[in-house]
């Protein structure tokens, strides 16, 4: 735990941030965890709609109507979650449902297929607890069940009485807390639906409430972090009862590789505030590293002015147009940029500076 303390130590010698920094944070921190939340679930708008949508209040592109309106409840949720963190009452489960009926909003009937040309159907019930089992098919082709509809309102009532009491007991970081936490709330899954993201949500408020810098989980990194919690489950077993109330020690795994992703993405922040070089773009948590000055010199002409020509950028930046145009195609193609339905460019990067 010694690098993540001297990382954190490192966060805190830089606040109190200026007004600045905390809007360029919180504009960053509001696209990428929503949208990084979401994609792992499925969520199918791009890094691109995302923002568009949830800075501008705009639609572009294709995509379901759910997406859409999922996208923005996550927002919402965040924004209930962020203010709770701020009050310092205990944790209740009233709470964790309220937050639960504000990403999935009301009830919703799922239909499915069954073999033979059998149909069947079931309810997604909004901040209730689940009513029917659920479980998951492993990435090694095992099904793995999570507690009963009957077990879930006792193991919530431990988990958050656990939380609490430990809270105040102090013998735990926040950020052992926070994995703990996330480990035990994932072998319960107690609702039908958004338990994932419950989940990660969950892990912002602890760490929030204890003055640390809120986190992603990137979708990109799925596979560690699903591989994460197989190791831990294999640690501690396939009963729910015993996930609910694993101990740290057996939470190992998880907890390791949770303190990794708190640290690697505090430095994230922490170069993202000192990077004064002009040429210095980020994108989705990553610095882009450019061949030259091409292409900080296009992404800043392309935000000073959306509806550039080609051949007013090509002689601005002093390249030929078809070089120009690889370059572009390049950006897009890593979602640097995007093309609007009105022929503006979008800039998605966003400058150290």
Do not use: C
């Not at 099904?143 to 006792?154: D, G, I, L, M, V």
């Amino acid at each position: 735990m010694a690098k993540i303390e001297e990382v954190y130590q490192q966060w805190l010698a830089l606040q109190p941030l200026s007004e600045t920094e905390q809007q360029r944070l919180s504009k960053k921190f509001t696209i990428e965890y929503n949208y990084n939340s979401n994609h792992i679930e499925g969520n199918t708008l791009t890094y691109g709609q995302t923002e568009l949508l949830l800075l501008f209040g705009k639609v572009s592109g294709e995509g379901e109507l759910k997406d859409f309106v999922d996208m923005k409840a996550s927002q919402v949720g965040l924004q209930m979650m962020t203010e709770e963190a701020t009050e310092k009452m205990p944790l209740t489960q009233n709470f964790i449902r309220q937050l639960h009926k504000t990403l999935l909003r009301e009830d919703y009937t799922v239909y499915r297929n069954l073999p033979g040309g059998m149909h069947t159907s079931y309810v997604i019930h909004a901040g209730q607890y689940k009513t029917r089992p659920n479980s998951v098919i492993t990435r090694y082709g095992d099904r793995f069940e999570y507690a009963s509809p009957e077990e879930t309102p006792a193991l919530m009532s431990d988990l958050v009485d656990w939380y609490n009491e430990a809270e105040q007991e102090g013998r735990l970081t926040p950020v052992e807390l926070a994995a703990l936490f996330h480990y035990r709330y994932i072998r319960i899954h107690p609702f039908e639906d958004g338990n994932g993201r419950i989940a990660r949500l969950m892990v912002n408020y602890i760490l929030a409430r204890h003055g640390w810098p809120m986190v992603v989980v990137r979708s990109r990194k799925k596979s560690e972090y699903l591989e994460a919690l197989h190791k831990t489950d294999l640690e501690v077993g396939d009963t729910p009862w015993k996930g609910a109330h694993a101990t740290l020690s057996q939470a190992k795994h998880f907890l390791k590789y949770f303190t990794h992703l708190i640290t690697e993405e505090i430095l994230n922040e922490i170069h993202f505030i000192q990077d004064k070089n002009k040429n210095s773009w980020w994108y989705d948590g990553e610095r882009i590293r450019f061949r030259s000055e091409n292409g900080p010199a296009i992404l800043r002409a392309l935000q000073e002015e959306p509806y550039i020509t080609y051949a007013e950028l090509s002689r601005r930046i002093g390249i030929n147009v078809s070089a120009l145009q690889k370059q572009l195609d390049n950006m897009v193609k890593k979602g640097y940029i995007q093309r609007l339905e009105t022929d503006a460019w979008h800039v998605l990067a966003t400058p150290s500076l």
